[in-house]
């Protein structure tokens, strides 16, 4: 067998065998190039950052140390604040606390100081992997003359690319809406009448109009005979309302009839007469030295006893027209129910009268009322308690129990006070529409 060489640059090797210079070579730069990358991060550095993005401190550190860092500037991650103070501490120490609080790490691979997330690996280095020249191979033969094929080796620039992949999980939510035909019912014929109306009587009674009449027996204290001044139950009182029903108030307009009756027994005697009457018959005189004595002549007569008696039975009256105007408020209501506060005020209009007064037992002959100054006008204050009863469907039962008092004298120059206090208790029915 006959051995063949091939000559290089430097040296000489045998067949199927690599050049020793690429060999150096290649070694050198493997054994060159991670102190090259370590030797940024063992340099020592003086910072302080307080809430500033991670990525600023970055490149802080990257201008101070000249270490070259790869990482994904669209990961949010990299805008967080972070807070360091270190002085003379080494980069890779300062590192490894900074991107702790982001949850990062970084792994050196060639010159680049690249920063993953703590959960995630970066890919495996690849290796220098030789590339065959562009050179055909050498065929060399051998004494057979079969043709070898000599490979030259050289060394190339491998760039090596990673990608950093961000999953996010993504939930998509929906709501079901299960429907559930609802059974079909017969439809009736004819829809059965309600006999009361459970709406529509509350709605009416909060708005809107309504008339009440009414009827009420009246005790007063009215007379006018001297010493005979006390309440009885001879009055009464007739009336009609309109009202106004703002929800649970109510204003009321009305007009209203009153008569005042004093009924009075007065019985008395007057005497006169029942002495005797001197009378003179005769006057003379006589002289006495130088004085004048009179002399009366007397006679006597009996008057006889007068005696007239006086006995009065009867019923004085008075009617008044009343023009009043109240308001009321509903303390307690339901469909069927209403308790009621009311106040207000009336004009009475003196109408007719008739009756005799009686100023004294001193008094030989009872005094006609159309002989007395009598008051026109009387003003007069009401209050009230009343409750609302629902028997029918627009129609209430309407009670109330009420106080007037009057203002004014009935009679200007009677011995005693005049003014009517009186009580009355309605009853009458409200109808609405």
């Known amino acids: 067998m006959r051995e063949t060489r091939k000559q290089g640059p430097d ?112 890919k495996p280095l690849l290796s220098e992997i030789p590339v065959q020249s562009e050179q055909p191979p050498t065929e060399v033969k051998t004494e057979n003359e079969q043709p070898v094929l000599l490979t030259e080796y050289v060394l190339d620039t491998v760039f090596l690319h990673d990608t950093i992949v961000r999953i996010d999980t993504i939930r998509i939510m929906d709501t079901v809406f299960i429907e559930k035909e609802k059974p079909q019912k017969q439809t009736p014929t004819k829809i059965k009448e309600l006999p009361v109306d459970y709406f529509q009587p509350e709605k009416i009674r909060d708005k809107g109009w309504a ?86 002549v007397t006679d006597s007569s009996w008057v006889p006893l007068e005696m007239r008696e006086y006995n009065y039975q009867r019923t004085n009256t008075l009617g008044y027209l009343g023009l009043n105007v109240s308001a009321s408020f509903d303390l307690y209501k339901s469909a069927k129910m209403r308790l009621y506060l009311k106040a207000g005020g009336q004009i009475d209009l003196l109408i007719y009268n008739n009756g005799l007064a009686i100023y004294g037992n001193d008094q030989e002959k009872a005094t006609d009322f159309n002989d007395m100054n009598f008051n026109k006008v009387n003003y007069t204050v009401t209050a009230g308690a009343g409750l609302k009863y629902q028997i029918a469907d627009q129609v209430d039962f309407n009670t109330e129990i009420y106080y007037m008092r009057y203002f004014n004298e009935v009679v200007t120059d009677f011995p005693e006070s005049t003014r009517i206090n009186a009580v009355g208790l309605k009853l009458g029915l409200v109808f609405y529409f």
């Open 11 to 122: 040296c000489m090797f045998d067949n199927n065998k690599v050049p020793l210079h690429v060999l150096c070579l290649t070694a050198l730069l493997f054994l060159i190039s991670p102190l090259m990358a370590q030797s940024g991060t063992q340099e020592k550095i003086t910072l302080t950052v307080q809430n500033e993005k991670l990525s600023t401190v970055l490149k802080q550190i990257s201008e101070k140390a000249n270490v070259n860092f790869s990482y994904d500037a669209g990961d949010p991650v990299f805008d967080m604040p972070v807070s360091y103070s270190a002085k003379e501490e080494k980069v890779d120490e300062a590192l490894q606390k900074i991107l702790s609080q982001a949850g990062l790490q970084y792994k050196l691979i060639g010159k680049q100081t690249v920063i993953l997330h703590a959960a995630q690996e970066p």
């Open 211 to 296: 008339m009440g009449v009414y009827a009420a027996p009246v005790m007063d204290d009215f007379s006018l005979v001297k010493g005979q001044k006390s309440f009885s139950l001879r009055s009464f009182s007739l009336g009609v309302d309109a009202l106004k029903m703002l929800k649970r108030w109510n204003i009321t307009f009305g007009l209203r009839l009153t008569q005042f009756n004093h009924r009075f027994n007065q019985e008395y005697s007057h005497y006169d007469g029942g002495f005797y009457a001197t009378d003179t018959v005769d006057i003379y005189y006589t002289v006495i030295d130088f004085d004048t004595a009179w002399y009366y």
